[in-house]
């Protein structure tokens, strides 16, 4: 009998049992396999809600071992509660080294960005999915979306795309705007603003999306192709500031907007706080 | 994507007709729809098909463009490539291909066969981008083009349908089917619902875009004034089974069956 | 000069410290005690293990308590538990007609073999509210009448009908069923996975369903044939000794409603069925899940499937209140970056929007 049943509080390395693990690998390997084809697998009920990052706290706990090094972010920070609390069950289950720095880090796991360090191949990133059905919105029936996706019929999505031009004269997707992976699936990238879905193409890390809730495992190889859709005549463009971020100012990364007083007053800073740390700390070596 | 399988298809026969249909039969229980149906419909051939309610024409439609499966008989298609292939030992994904591009379906209720929803812009543009065309402009102009066509007003190509009336969401439908330059095209009482000036305008443009484009078509209909206007040939249906068939004029002007005589009989004039 | 804004896992902390001292309330009012919440908040206990999935009074009351009476949040505890409790064997299916019962009761017929028997039921209580339980008297309750020894055997109403041929049988064929906690729900879903959702779902979510197909949203015409409340055994075969053994007793509550009749080319008319099952005392839910049971076999019976009750995406994929609970309240989390993406488009918009006005204005 384990010791969880035995209720002494202890629990498997990593929270999920050898078996659930197994299967999880199953189903990611299959993802690998198939660029950007969502796998089911039968979700775990975790301690956390659904919706808070079960799905990415699956694929991370089914694939991390005693020697990786875990980062942690929501929002792009490392400080948001949601990532706090995710950073501090895998240190109470699996007692791993957890980092802020992207680049000491061997697994990622990330809610809504990419971090602004360019990964590299030793490093997985592991995306928190809420809706993985690109076409959910367009067609709420799931037997009709896997056949969708079977025969990569994709009209549909275009004829979104081809509306927002003519009521709005541009695509009013702003963040999981929806990509095709390796020429074949589409697939949504998670709500990352689109700003960073050209970090997708190429990426030398691996890239892995878990659904708790929906029941979803899919993969972006490294060095595969990512191509956010657009139109020949109006091409996919990402968001641009005006400002700079007020403490470190770079002005090519993401940035936050930060309301300072009641009149109207606000700032923008980097959300990636790595980024924005890092490069304070290369100014202040000068 | 090529999704026709050469298992699925049998080597072109010379001169095949478009359409080959042999013993159609489909019944729901115990009630008999339509029964032992065959003929043959050429390219650019208008087939009428008419009768009462309940005469099994619409079952028939839905057999032809596989919406339903037929319990017994053989539809035989060509393709564009000249192949002849039978539409039930295709794959699934070829026969949802030809549906989106080889074909049309005008049905009868307007409502039915458009994106409500959507821009009439993006309605005519969906078989576009379904088969891969990647340029807003492009999909635009020939939207704009099929407005023209169906005589909407090309002012209208960002509104949706929902405010269209009857007549011009009908004439929309039609673009929306016609755009990827179909071969065949089935249409369930294309007209009905209409008020009688809008039909005879509207049966007029369906006329003028058949011949145009040379469509084969098949219309199921209950009024005789649209099959006279519309169709080469006629097939009269009664109770499931065929009854009669000839050349339109022929079989509206001369009827052999008693129970076309009685149908022609009673048509209003 | 704007410093970023750190804390967020002292917040955390703090939060935890600050529930737990919440949960326990006035000190100087005594502590909940597992066996008052067991005993005398049974039904809340009961809803607790049926929807957690988990047939254990002790945890599900250790769960409200810890849940400071919020039953999602409850039966979200149970969840998260079993997931970590080793299987060790599949039972043996239960068989209701053997069940000790304390409540079983039919509608279909003034009388019916066994007898009505009421049990102890809010149904006929007139709801006023008794100012007398509001003081811990601690006298002693006048004794209960004695639940009759032996009222006869107890055949089922379904069966009765099923003799004479006028309602469906159930399948007989032995049908292994799926595992939704083990593989994930994929469409179409047979019966008995749909089944088990149901059991698993939001008894609020399955109430209004069941209520919607009573007046008109794909109504299929009910009746109540039989509801029973009583304890079945569990067995279990263990490889070892090839017979089955008695592990121990639960508590079910079980609805079969007798719907719209049906006939077909080769067979004459006959009543259909929807089915409900429940751990524990959850009449409404069993009820509820039979009405629903039957509208999502619409498509099954030849029915037009028009309302939502009959939609089994529709249901089956938002019966869950784990699943609803979570995702409703992520929208809680923090969504600033993507929030941020929003109001970039939507002041570029604005702007292209406002050009033109200021132009023509000129």
Redesign the interface.
Known sequence: MSDAAAGNGSYNFAYLDEQTKRMIRRAILKAVAIPGYQVPFASREMPLPYGWGTGGIQVTASIIGQGDTLKVIDQGADDTTNAVSIRHFFERTAGVATTEQTAAASIIQTRHRIPEAPLHDNQIIVYQVPIPEPLRWIEPREAETRKMHALAEYGPMYVRLYEDIAQFGQVTTAYDYPVVVNGRYLMRPSPIPKFDNPKMDMNPALQLFGAGREKRIYAVPPYTSVKSLDFADHPFTVERWAQCCAICGADDSFLDEVITDDQGGCMFVCSDTDYCRSRQTAQAAE | ?N?LRPADVAPAAEEAPLLGVTGLSKSF??RIACHDVSFDLWPGEVLGVVGESGSGKTTLLHCLSTRLRPDEGRIEYQLRDGRVAELFELSE?AR??LM?TDWGFVHQNPRDGL?LG??A??NI???L???G?????G??EAAVDWLAKVEIDIAR??DTPQTFSGGMQQRLQIARNLVSKPRLVFMDEPTGGLDVSVQARLLDLLRGLCDELGLAAIVVTHDLGVARLLAHRLMVMRGGAVVETGLTDQVLDDPQHAYTQLLVSSMLQ | MYVAVKGGEKAIEAAHRLLAETRRGDPGVPELALAQIEGQLALAVDRVMAEGSVYDRELAALAIKQARGDLIEAIFLLRAYRTTLPRLAASEPIDTGKAHLRRRISATFKDVPGGQILGPTFDYTHRLLDFALAAESGAAMAAAPPTPADSGPMPRVSTLLGDQGLIEPNPTEPVEPGDLTRDPLAFPADRALRLQNLARGDEGFLLSLGYSTQRGYGRNHPFAGEIRIGDVEIEVVPPELGFPVVIGEITITECEMVNQFKGSATAPPQFTRGYGLVFGEGERKAMAMALVDRALRAEELGEEVTAPAQDQEFVLYHSDNVEASGFTQHLKLPHYVDFQAELNLIRRMRAEWTEPQAEAAE
């Open positions: 994507m999704a229980g115990a994904p949802r291909l989106r994106r959507l821009s812009g993006a543009g969906e078989r981008m379904a088969v065309a990647r340029h807003y402009g999909i635009r190509v960002d």
